[in-house]
């Protein structure tokens, strides 16, 4: 169980084009999703906070109009990246916080497999 | 604010022997403490956690993790690796009361015959 879906898992886009990244949660409710960014051989770098049902919270430096997140349902959140350009190629990965049936939420943040993005 | 520091960027072992990650944080509240482990091109899998309890934390694929309060560490260890566990590891933290994760710079773990 506990399962986190991204797709696509690569993308190669050219520049000036949007590209949507979804994010599922396959076996269980998740009404808070994180995405986070990892440039190569680098660490994880927090970009926003998605919140199903409400806006979502970007870290500081992150442009919220370039990264577009939708928190539809609770199993399903989208990164659209707007207008991509060659710095926005990266490693995006997506995590999910699991949410009981009552609404209690746990610890543990499982994450999804990543999606490579190539901007041309 | 949370800050994680994994101490070595690097660590070349031969198969069968021993490996120890380590890993100190800072934090000005009780945090919770995670050892992530992600292979080329893919996302993170969980090792093992720390949110209370005993110090030592056993986790999946034979690693185990000591939580030192005084020290702020975390450090991971694996008494014989694989050539499998050639991979990156990410040492975690998050405070009590956010979820938001803060990450270490990783260790990339290359483990040779």
């Known amino acids: 169980g506990a399962v986190v879906s991204q797709h696509p898992s690569r993308v190669i886009c050219k520049s000036g084009t949007s590209v949507k990244i979804e994010c599922r949660s396959l076996d269980f409710q998740a009404t808070t999703m994180f995405w986070y960014r990892q440039f190569p051989k680098k660490s994880l770098m927090l970009m926003a906070t998605s919140n199903e049902g409400s806006k979502a919270t970007y870290e500081q430096g992150v442009e919220k109009d370039k990264f577009l997140i939708n928190h539809a349902s609770l199993t399903l959140s989208t990164l659209t990246v707007t207008s991509a350009h060659p710095e926005d190629s990266s490693f995006y990965i997506c995590s999910a916080r699991l949410t009981g049936l009552a609404g209690e939420s746990y610890n543990e943040q499982f994450f999804g497999p990543g999606t490579r993005l190539t901007v041309l | 604010a949370q800050s994680v520091t994994q101490l070595d960027s690097q660590v070349p072992v031969f198969e069968e022997a021993p490996v120890e990650l380590r890993c100190n944080y800072s934090?000005?509240?009780?945090?919770?403490l995670f050892w992530y482990v992600q292979y080329p091109n893919q996302g993170l899998q969980l090792l093992l956690k720390y949110l209370s309890g005993s110090t030592l934390v056993k986790g999946i694929n034979g690693f185990e993790a000591e939580f030192n309060k005084s020290q702020t560490s975390f450090h991971l260890r694996k008494p014989s690796v694989h050539i499998s566990d050639t991979a990156e590891y990410f040492c975690?933290?998050?405070?009590?009361?956010?979820?938001?994760?803060?990450f270490g710079a990783g260790t990339t773990v290359t483990v040779r015959a």
């Open positions: 934090s000005s509240v009780s945090v919770y």
């Open positions: 975690a933290v998050r405070p009590g009361n956010d979820y938001k994760l803060s």
